[in-house]
C-alpha cells in the first residue's frame, strides 16, 4: 500500500501530508473515490475533495481519494498547482497514489494495474464500501474491474458503485470513437458505465450530451445504449465547499488585494485554464475597446496552452498596462480575488476538444460576491449560473465590453449588492453537504429497488 504521505519524501516535497494514516480502529463504512486529485488544476479534483470531506460529516469514518502517482501527473502534462500550495485534507481523509505494477514492457497498463490492485484490496478488508469514479476513462474502468474482481473472489463486503460522467467522456473518449468507426471503444465506454449501481452526470447538458451519444453508436451499430441512459442517468452537480467563500473576513481580502496592488471593484477578473474554449481572448479585446481600460484593471489569472499568445494579444492593445497576468494564485488566495472583482467574466465557447458541461468557477464567483458575472450560454453554463449572470453571444467581444461599461460605469452599490446577494442564494445549491445528501438519496433508491 503506498499512501500520499509515502510519496512525499520519495517524489513530491512540499506537498501537505493530508492524513498520516487511516483511523486506527477498524472503520464501519468507507467512500472511495477514484479521480485526478491535486494537485491537478481541475473543477473534479476540488469536486473529489469536497465529497469526501461532506462524506466524514455523513456517518463515514474512512474516506479515501485514489489517484495516480505525482510523477505520472507530472508525465502527462497535466496543468498542476504548485505542490507547496496544496491545501491539506481533514483526518479521516487519506490520499492513495498506488505505485504502478510492472516495468516498461507493461506500457500504460502499468499504473492501472496498480490502481485496480489497491482497490481490490479496500474492496476485500470487510468494510461496506461506496465507491465513486469521477471521469469514465480511465477511473470507472479501474473501479468496475476492482469490483468484479473483488466480487469474485468471495471476500467482496457490501459494495456500490458510482460512476459520474463528464462532458470530456463524450467530445474526447467517444466523440472520437464514432467519429473513427470504433464501435469497441465506444461500447466499452457506455457499457461500463451503465454496469455501476448509480450512473450520474455533472448537469442536464452533460446528460443529454451522453443520450445523443448513444443514439447515434444505437443508430449506427444496432446497440440499445440510449435507453438504458434516459432510464438510468440522474444529475449530480458538482460539490462546492460554500463556508470558503462565504466566509471572508473583509480586511482580510483587502490586505491580500493590496499584496497584488489591487483595489476592491477596482479590476475585472477573468479566473480560467488558458486555453482556446475559455474565451480569454474574447475578453481581452472587450477590455481593449471598453470605456473603462483608463479607470480600471483586467486580471488574468492561470496558466495552460494559451498563456504566451494571450500575453502577447495584451501587449499589443493600447491599454497593455492595465492587464494583469498572474500564474500562481493558489486556493487560499482565490475567493478573495473574486470577491474584491468588479466584474467576473467566462466568455467559455464550445470547442471539438472541450465544451463547458457546468462552471464551477462561476458557482464559487457567486459565493464569494464581488461584481456581475459576463459569460455565455455554453454547454452547462446556464444551469450554473441561472438567472445571475449577464448573457452574451460567444465570440462576441463587443458585448462583452458593453457589459462591462454598464457595470463599471452604471450599477449603483445597492443594485450591486442586491445582485451579489441573490446570486450566492441561488449558488448554495451547490454546498457539498447539499450535493452529497442528494446523491446519498440516489444511492439509497437504487440499493431498496435491486
Given at each position: 500500500?503506498?499512501?500520499?504521505?509515502?510519496?512525499?519524501?520519495?517524489?513530491?516535497?512540499?506537498?501537505?501530508?493530508?492524513?498520516?494514516?487511516?483511523?486506527?480502529?477498524?472503520?464501519?463504512?468507507?467512500?472511495?473515490?477514484?479521480?485526478?486529485?491535486?494537485?491537478?488544476?481541475?473543477?473534479?479534483?476540488?469536486?473529489?475533495?469536497?465529497?469526501?470531506?461532506?462524506?466524514?460529516?455523513?456517518?463515514?469514518?474512512?474516506?479515501?481519494?485514489?489517484?495516480?502517482?505525482?510523477?505520472?501527473?507530472?508525465?502527462?502534462?497535466?496543468?498542476?498547482?504548485?505542490?507547496?500550495?496544496?491545501?491539506?485534507?481533514?483526518?479521516?481523509?487519506?490520499?492513495?497514489?498506488?505505485?504502478?505494477?510492472?516495468?516498461?514492457?507493461?506500457?500504460?497498463?502499468?499504473?492501472?494495474a496498480g490502481l485496480v490492485g489497491r482497490l481490490v484490496e479496500l474492496f476485500t478488508e470487510g468494510v461496506p464500501t461506496t465507491a465513486m469514479s469521477l471521469y469514465l476513462t480511465p477511473h470507472d474502468t479501474v473501479v468496475s474491474r476492482a469490483a468484479a474482481i473483488a466480487r469474485s473472489t468471495g471476500m467482496s463486503a457490501p459494495l456500490t458503485t458510482i460512476a459520474e460522467a463528464v462532458g470530456s467522456d463524450i467530445t474526447n473518449v467517444?466523440?472520437?470513437?464514432?467519429d473513427e468507426g470504433r464501435f469497441g471503444a465506444a461500447a466499452d465506454v457506455f457499457s461500463t458505465y451503465l454496469g455501476n449501481d448509480v450512473c450520474v452526470a455533472v448537469s442536464e447538458f452533460t446528460k443529454r450530451l451522453i443520450i445523443d451519444a448513444a443514439i447515434e453508436v444505437d443508430e449506427r451499430w444496432g446497440t440499445t445504449f440510449a435507453p438504458a441512459c434516459v432510464e438510468r442517468i440522474r444529475v449530480s452537480y458538482p460539490a462546492?465547499?460554500?463556508?470558503?467563500?462565504?466566509?471572508?473576513?473583509?480586511?482580510?481580502?483587502?490586505?491580500?488585494?493590496?499584496?497584488?496592488?489591487?483595489?476592491?471593484?477596482?479590476?475585472?477578473?477573468?479566473?480560467?485554464?488558458?486555453?482556446?474554449?475559455?474565451?480569454?481572448?474574447?475578453?481581452?479585446?472587450?477590455?481593449?475597446?471598453?470605456?473603462?481600460?483608463?479607470?480600471?484593471?483586467?486580471?488574468?489569472?492561470?496558466?495552460?496552452?494559451?498563456?504566451?499568445?494571450?500575453?502577447?494579444?495584451?501587449?499589443?492593445?493600447?491599454?497593455?498596462?492595465?492587464?494583469?497576468?498572474?500564474?500562481?494564485?493558489?486556493?487560499?488566495?482565490?475567493?478573495?480575488?473574486?470577491?474584491?472583482?468588479?466584474?467576473?467574466?467566462?466568455?467559455?465557447?464550445?470547442?471539438?476538444?472541450?465544451?463547458?458541461?457546468?462552471?464551477?468557477?462561476?458557482?464559487?464567483?457567486?459565493?464569494?460576491?464581488?461584481?456581475?458575472?459576463?459569460?455565455?450560454?455554453?454547454?452547462?453554463?446556464?444551469?450554473?449560473?441561472?438567472?445571475?449572470?449577464?448573457?452574451?453571444?460567444?465570440?462576441?467581444?463587443?458585448?462583452?465590453?458593453?457589459?462591462?461599461?454598464?457595470?463599471?460605469?452604471?450599477?449603483?452599490?445597492?443594485?450591486?449588492?442586491?445582485?451579489?446577494?441573490?446570486?450566492?442564494?441561488?449558488?448554495?445549491?451547490?454546498?457539498?453537504?447539499?450535493?452529497?445528501?442528494?446523491?446519498?438519496?440516489?444511492?439509497?433508491?437504487?440499493?431498496?429497488?435491486?
Amino acid at each position: 500500500m503506498t499512501m500520499l504521505s509515502d510519496h512525499v519524501d520519495a517524489t513530491a516535497p512540499g506537498l501537505p501530508r493530508p492524513e498520516s494514516g487511516p483511523p486506527p480502529t477498524k472503520p464501519t463504512r468507507r467512500l472511495v473515490i477514484v479521480v485526478r486529485a491535486d494537485p491537478v488544476i481541475c473543477g473534479h479534483s476540488g469536486e473529489a475533495r469536497n465529497l469526501a470531506e461532506a462524506a466524514l460529516t455523513r456517518g463515514f469514518d474512512d474516506v479515501r481519494i485514489v489517484t495516480w502517482p505525482i510523477p505520472a501527473l507530472q508525465a502527462a502534462g497535466l496543468p498542476l498547482k504548485p505542490l507547496d500550495t496544496v491545501l491539506p485534507y481533514t483526518t479521516g481523509i487519506t490520499v492513495e497514489r498506488p505505485e504502478p505494477v510492472g516495468d516498461y514492457r507493461v506500457l500504460d497498463g502499468r499504473h492501472v494495474a496498480g490502481l485496480v490492485g489497491r482497490l481490490v484490496e479496500l474492496f476485500t478488508e470487510g468494510v461496506p464500501t461506496t465507491a465513486m469514479s469521477l471521469y469514465l476513462t480511465p477511473h470507472d474502468t479501474v473501479v468496475s474491474r476492482a469490483a468484479a474482481i473483488a466480487r469474485s473472489t468471495g471476500m467482496s463486503a457490501p459494495l456500490t458503485t458510482i460512476a459520474e460522467a463528464v462532458g470530456s467522456d463524450i467530445t474526447n473518449v467517444v466523440r472520437t470513437a464514432i467519429d473513427e468507426g470504433r464501435f469497441g471503444a465506444a461500447a466499452d465506454v457506455f457499457s461500463t458505465y451503465l454496469g455501476n449501481d448509480v450512473c450520474v452526470a455533472v448537469s442536464e447538458f452533460t446528460k443529454r450530451l451522453i443520450i445523443d451519444a448513444a443514439i447515434e453508436v444505437d443508430e449506427r451499430w444496432g446497440t440499445t445504449f440510449a435507453p438504458a441512459c434516459v432510464e438510468r442517468i440522474r444529475v449530480s452537480y458538482p460539490a462546492v465547499d460554500s463556508s470558503s467563500f462565504t466566509s471572508l473576513d473583509r480586511s482580510d481580502t483587502d490586505a491580500r488585494l493590496a499584496e497584488r496592488g489591487l483595489e476592491r471593484d477596482g479590476y475585472v477578473l477573468s479566473l480560467a485554464r488558458l486555453s482556446k474554449a475559455k474565451g480569454v481572448d474574447d475578453l481581452v479585446n472587450a477590455f481593449a475597446m471598453s470605456a473603462i481600460r483608463k479607470r480600471t484593471t483586467l486580471v488574468v489569472c492561470g496558466s495552460g496552452p494559451e498563456a504566451p499568445s494571450l500575453r502577447a494579444l495584451a501587449g499589443s492593445t493600447p491599454c497593455a498596462d492595465r492587464i494583469v497576468f498572474l500564474d500562481d494564485v493558489d486556493d487560499a488566495e482565490k475567493p478573495h480575488l473574486l470577491a474584491g472583482s468588479s466584474a467576473y467574466v467566462l466568455p467559455s465557447k464550445p470547442r471539438p476538444e472541450f465544451v463547458e458541461t457546468f462552471g464551477i468557477s462561476l458557482v464559487e464567483k457567486m459565493l464569494a460576491g464581488g461584481g456581475p458575472i459576463v459569460t455565455c450560454a455554453t454547454g452547462g453554463i446556464p444551469e450554473a449560473v441561472g438567472p445571475h449572470a449577464r448573457i452574451v453571444p460567444t465570440s462576441h467581444p463587443h458585448a462583452i465590453a458593453n457589459h462591462l461599461n454598464e457595470i463599471v460605469l452604471g450599477l449603483s452599490p445597492a443594485e450591486r449588492t442586491r445582485g451579489a446577494a441573490a446570486a450566492r442564494h441561488h449558488a448554495l445549491q451547490f454546498d457539498r453537504a447539499a450535493v452529497f445528501d442528494r446523491l446519498s438519496a440516489r444511492v439509497a433508491e437504487v440499493t431498496l429497488a435491486a
